[in-house]
């Protein structure tokens, strides 16, 4: 029984706003660059406005659920703001925006502490005060003979004020109908998806439904009535609508006159003015650990099913007919296929998404550092595991930070060398082969000098990938250097660190005066791995196969020993092997880890690590699938060089190696 | 006041947990080698869907490996979010032991054992070391 006092599981609640207080505080920040960047176009962005009052109202209410008085305050002070700039008709002036950016970092400032356990410092009183004293935008009018006569009476004063200022930009205004239909919903066309297709080429104004003659085809009865902003061409607006080009207007001309108008309350999901609040009902929020306890109990369904076709198979040594349990197990086998596939799709985000902290980032770090910055990201549909993201998502601030901090010049160096005023970055994102994404970052800064790195290093550096050797080494990179000559500096051992750890990898080109371009080579889930499992000495290990280059024959008489004994007269592990033409280093594996000689190896995996070759030796490879890869967290068995374990079937954990780790620390105990 | 407590046996001498430490008993078929952990880690398991280290706690206390017998068991304990597993000759009992006849671990005993035995407690005239779970699953590893 529950005692009445009990207290509710605070801890819980508090992870469940945090994690929602942070969601919409990305929001409102995106909102408020939307704004921003409409006020550099003269043109207004009440949908963004609404989304960020939206933001800022759940924000409140959710802090004041769990008592944190400070967020509450400041959540509010800036609501007042936005709502005047609602009813004005959705326009923030520059100053305004400013004063936003910083109120909603005050509140991310406070949702940090709470999420640490800290104390939530109280709400800064200047900054409430200019909140108070800030005024919202000003309202462009707009002459009533401009709109048409039917709209006239439908039009709300920030829905006029976008009219307005759309006309003032000189962007055309279109109306146009669409009438859902049986053959529109067969091909997939919805109002919701004309709205994503005229929200993607222009700024819609207004969709109003009335009621239609209901036919066979429009069995519904209803049409929408669509007011929007556009440059683009009647043709292309008609193709968004997926409607013709002929049901598409000018704003001057007339649009059919409605016929009977309906109840608008009836069509109120449909009346909401985001096209994505339909959809945006479907989702659900799970925690990743609760995906991570499905995935668990899936890999051990998989190893039992290992299990259970091992005994038929004894059955059938037996002479029993087990043809009917074959087919059912080779069932079992699919539906738990298709089942992993669907537990890794949930687990997935857009890459768009995780990028969007980058935008602010870009911001406020351009505004303090006196550049100006472009910031360009381009991931289109690219989906990853939320896993690998959060882990990714550090490099690339650091990456991004680096770029906008250190390599790019200002604004006026940039036109003295006959660059554009505004610098230039840009974090892309594709899918490549073997479920790997490479995301690159790069800027048309300043570019690395290689030279005064190799004076600095006291080394030679022939090329980019000894540069980035040198550049991500520890000893270097945590070295207070003067990074505004060499245009990177600090903390690069900590981005090539997180890529290794994913299974990835790091690269770069540079060009001095040109700019510089980072690719990280990471996989899209670390959940799921296709691995190559071999016997190494007494056990059997496995690797992710995206970094094996290449498995070769080894023929004991093909390795060379070089002559590079230990001052103790012990060899060194790295010996030389031929292949096809070229002497590369090669490791025994076994001797590697200690546990066997190698003399029993049979076959070499050649990775390649930044463009350098170097084969691991094995006494046989076993095979190749599909597996659910573990992390190994507990500080027992947190060992280079190991990057998880897997189930191969027999209910025994496998190791999966990092054979990237292990070759740099072949390479360092073959320099000892 | 008595509290419940696993006892089980290493070399010659028997020790207690508390059973609230405890998760459950495994038997103990083979472990995962894990190159590269310290020495007395047994290696790896798979217990009820958990992939768990396990400590040998034979070398953990420097005795010498033995030959596994069909006795050996693996002791599930979990420390804070942490869950291991301590491989021992034996355990088969639970005892209440009456902690008002927990002592001061001898000197001597002390400094064999590495701080690993905090008391000793007495029943039925049986001696019961009672061990530092946190210290043997090297806690200092994990601020390392």
């Not at chain 1, 819980?12 to 409409?38: D, K, Y």
């Not at chain 1, 076709?309 to 040594?317: H, K, L, M, V």
Request: net charge negative.
């Amino acid at each position: 029984m529950n005692e009445p006092n009990e207290p509710i599981d605070l801890q819980e609640f508090l992870g469940a706003f945090v994690v929602e207080a942070e969601e919409l505080i990305a929001t409102a920040n995106a909102s408020l660059l939307e704004i921003e960047t409409a006020i550099g176009d003269a043109t207004s962005r009440p949908r963004a406005v609404r989304e960020l009052f939206r933001a800022l109202h759940t924000i409140k209410g959710l802090a004041s659920m769990i008592g944190v008085e400070p967020i509450v305050e400041i959540a509010h002070a800036l609501e007042t703001l936005v709502r005047a700039a609602d009813r004005a008709g959705g326009s923030l002036h520059r100053g305004a925006v400013e004063i936003a950016l910083q109120a909603v970092g005050a509140i991310a400032e406070r949702v940090r502490a709470v999420a640490e356990h800290r104390e939530v410092t109280k709400a800064p009183e200047a900054l409430l005060a200019e909140i108070a004293s800030t005024e919202a935008g000003s309202v462009a009018s707009i002459p009533e003979a401009a709109i048409p006569p039917e709209w006239r009476t439908r039009l709300s004063p920030s829905e006029r004020q976008q009219l307005a200022l759309a006309l003032e930009a000189r962007v055309p205004v279109w109306t146009l109908s669409f009438v859902p239909s049986e053959a529109n919903a067969a091909r997939g066309i919805t109002i919701t998806t004309v709205r994503a297709g005229l929200g993607a080429i222009g700024e819609i104004v207004k969709v109003i439904p009335r009621s239609v003659a209901a036919t066979a085809d429009v069995k519904l009865g209803v049409a929408f009535d669509i007011l929007i902003a556009s440059d683009a061409t009647q043709l292309a607006i008609a193709e968004a609508a997926s409607t013709d080009p002929e049901r598409v207007f000018p704003l001057v001309q007339r649009v059919p006159t409605p016929a009977a108008e309906l109840d608008l309350d009836s069509f109120e999901p449909v009346e909401r003015d985001d096209g994505g609040a339909i959809l945006g009902r479907a989702v659900v929020r799970v925690e990743l650990p609760r995906l991570d306890d499905l995935q668990d109990q899936l890999s051990l369904l998989i190893a039992s099913r290992f299990r259970l076709e091992r005994e038929i198979g004894c059955f059938s040594e037996l002479g029993h007919n087990v043809q009917r349990l074959h087919e059912i197990v080779r069932i079992q086998g699919r539906l738990l296929r298709d089942l992993r596939r669907a537990i890794l799709r949930a687990r997935m985000v857009k890459v768009t998404e995780v990028l969007e902290p980058l935008t602010i980032l870009v911001r406020s770090l351009a505004r303090s550092g006196g550049t100006v910055v472009q910031l360009e990201l381009d991931a289109c549909e690219v989906e990853l595991d939320k896993a690998v993201a959060d882990r990714l998502l550090p490099a690339l601030i650091h990456l991004v930070r680096n770029a906008v901090d250190h390599a790019i010049e200002l604004p006026d160096q940039r036109v003295a060398l006959g660059k554009p005023r505004a610098a230039k970055v840009r974090v892309s994102c594709i899918e490549v082969a073997g479920n790997y994404l490479e995301i690159v970052v790069s800027d048309d800064g300043r570019g690395i000098d290689r030279a005064a790195i190799a004076r600095r290093a006291n080394c030679p550096i022939d090329d980019d990938a000894r540069l980035l050797e040198v550049l991500t080494s520890p000893g270097f990179s945590t070295r207070d250097v003067p990074t505004k000559t060499s245009g990177r500096g600090i903390g690069m051992d900590i981005v090539r660190r997180i890529a290794s750890d994913l299974g990835g990898e790091l690269s770069m080109t540079t060009q001095l005066g040109a700019g510089t371009s980072f690719t990280l080579r990471v996989p899209v889930t670390i959940a799921v791995m296709d691995v190559f499992s071999f016997q190494c000495g007494p056990q059997a290990f496995v690797v992710p196969t995206a970094v094996v280059d290449e498995v070769i024959e080894v023929d004991a008489e093909r390795i060379v020993v070089p002559l590079n004994l230990h001052a103790d007269g012990t060899a060194s592990p790295l010996s030389l092997i031929e292949r096809r033409g070229h002497a590369i280093p090669v490791v025994s594996l076994g001797a590697l880890l200690a546990i066997d000689s190698g003399k029993r190896a049979r076959k070499a995996l050649v990775i390649r690590r930044n463009g350098d070759p170097i084969a691991f030796t094995v006494d046989r490879m076993i095979g190749r699938q599909e597996v659910v890869v573990r992390t190994i967290d507990d500080a027992l068995v947190n060992v280079p060089g190991i990057a998880g374990t897997t189930d191969l079937g027999d209910g025994r954990p496998t190791l999966v190696l990092d054979l990237n780790e292990l070759g740099i620390m072949a390479r360092e105990r073959g320099m000892e | 006041m008595t509290t419940l407590h696993v006892t089980f046996r290493v070399g010659t001498a028997d020790y207690a947990l508390p059973a609230a430490q405890v998760l459950h008993l495994e038997s103990f078929e083979i472990a995962t080698h894990v190159p590269g952990a310290p020495t007395y880690v047994a290696g790896l398991m798979q217990v009820r869907g958990r992939v768990v280290p396990v400590v040998d706690l034979r070398l953990r206390f420097g005795l010498a490996s033995i030959e596994h017998t069909i006795d050996h068991r693996v002791v599930v304990v979990q420390v804070g979010t942490r869950v291991a597993g301590l491989l021992v000759d034996s355990a088969r009992e639970v005892v209440q032991l009456d902690e008002t006849s927990f002592a001061q671990p001898p000197e001597i005993l002390d400094r064999q054992s590495a701080g690993f035995v905090t008391a000793v407690a007495t029943l039925a005239n049986r001696l019961f070391l009672l061990i530092d779970v946190s210290r043997i699953i090297g806690e200092e590893l994990t601020h390392a």
